[in-house]
């Protein structure tokens, strides 16, 4: 790939994650997180809800009946609610972290139960939500080169848990399947991986640039994986988590053993963060 192709070819890839924020249900269109309390929790636009819809909503559609272990929903009656696309009177639902959560949609909002941790809530997507309009452009630093490394993956002999600090202030539990290692300023440097499929290296990573010029918490990326097996750590392609766009994201952390010593001056910056 010639330096103007890989700078195209980058650049087109930051306008997309650019405009996937923006989409139908996407983070921009997030506007609200509730925890369930254990029982009865109603789902409607009257302020008393546990679970608050926009006023274009009836004021009762239903409740969400949480009994410890999983959720129910139940619609109130006249209410004409879907589930994964089914009008339903009542369904179980299944949360996020499922191979099949449920969706419930009315109008253009959407709900999903999620789970974290021991904890159980309820997401809401409004798609008339302004924020997907007027949101600043994401930001980036100029494309280097020199922050593009060859890596070398290794597998941990038994591949481990480990716990990887949330918003929520929970822990939440990933596989660690192995680590991508390489080097770069004279100094070595390796970085745990979660292996979303066969050929999906997330790192999730931090560097002092969090400090003054990118999100705090730390940023993600995927690593490149080219024929013959060659990998790629692309730090142009390392960008902010969802919490830096939206308040009522459970976005997952970079663990200690991936903090680096060394500013990447590379990726997503935060330059409408208030300082």
């Known amino acids: 790939m010639t330096p103007q192709t890989y700078r195209q070819a980058l650049l087109e890839w930051r306008k997309e994650r650019d405009e996937t924020i923006r989409r139908e249900n996407g983070w921009l269109s997030l506007s609200g997180l509730y925890w369930l309390k254990l029982g009865k929790n109603k789902i409607g636009s009257d302020p008393n809800s546990e679970i608050q819809l926009p006023d274009r909503v009836p004021a009762t559609i239903g ?62 997507w409004d798609n008339q939500r302004e924020e997907r309009r007027s949101f600043p452009a994401r930001t980036w630093y100029d494309i280097d080169e020199k922050f593009r490394v060859a890596a070398t993956y290794t597998a ?15 822990k939440s539990e990933f ?11 004279g100094n070595h440097y390796q970085l745990d991986i979660n292996k979303e499929d066969e050929e999906t290296y997330f790192v999730r990573f931090w560097d ?9 918490t730390g940023r993600y990326l995927i690593a490149d994986i080219e024929p013959g097996n060659k990998i790629f750590i692309d730090f142009n392609k390392a960008y902010s988590p969802p919490c830096a766009f939206t308040d009522f994201a459970t976005c997952v952390f970079a663990p200690e053993q991936n903090h680096l010593d060394f500013k990447v001056t590379a990726g997503e910056t935060c330059q409408h963060l208030e300082k």
């Open 175 to 185: 596989p660690v399947e192995g680590y991508l290692s390489f080097e770069f300023g």
């Open 156 to 170: 941990y002999a038994q591949p481990k848990k480990a716990y990887f600090p949330d918003l929520t202030g929970e």
């Open 63 to 124: 409740e969400l009946e949480y009994n410890g272990r999983s959720v129910a929903f139940r619609a109130a009656p006249g209410q004409q609610v879907q589930v994964n696309k089914k009008t339903v009177d009542f369904s179980i639902l299944q949360p996020d972290i499922s191979e099949n959560p449920s969706f419930i949609q009315l109008m253009d909002i959407q709900l999903v139960v999620i789970q974290r941790g021991n904890r159980m809530g309820v997401r809401m």
């Open 208 to 216: 002092p640039t969090c400090n003054t010029e990118t999100y705090p």
